[in-house]
């Protein structure tokens, strides 16, 4: 594989940036596996140092994701929650409505 280029590393972190902002969680799993190819590949270079103040800030910007992916777990999870005691209280309501009956 070629040598990596700082525009390419640019383009990534763009592209991170844009599946982050508009919450497309599977487009950013295909950005992962990429830059997972990519960091392995720059292991055979010597890198310049554009290249790795490129890759700091591809760093900073998947930190951002993986941060950003993990609020959105919690949030989902606390949505689920919310759902399983919806469920839980609307069965105790129809169980106190047949007690009635």
């Known amino acids: 594989m070629a040598e990596i280029t700082v525009t390419q590393l640019q383009n990534l972190v763009q592209n991170i940036d844009r599946a982050v902002a508009g919450q497309d969680w599977k487009r950013l799993q295909q950005l992962d596996q990429t830059l997972q190819k990519v960091l392995?590949?720059?292991?055979?270079?010597?890198?310049?140092?554009?290249?790795?103040?490129?890759?700091?800030?591809?760093?900073?910007?998947?930190?951002?994701?993986?941060?950003?992916?993990?609020?959105?777990?919690?949030?989902?999870?606390?949505?689920?929650?919310?759902?399983?005691?919806?469920?839980?209280?609307?069965?105790?309501y129809q169980m106190a409505m047949n007690m009635e009956l």
């Open 40 to 92: 392995l590949n720059l292991q055979q270079f010597t890198l310049s140092e554009a290249q790795i103040q490129a890759l700091t800030h591809l760093k900073r910007s998947h930190l951002a994701a993986v941060s950003a992916v993990k609020a959105q777990r919690d949030k989902l999870q606390q949505d689920m929650n919310a759902v399983s005691e919806g469920k839980e209280g609307l069965l105790a």
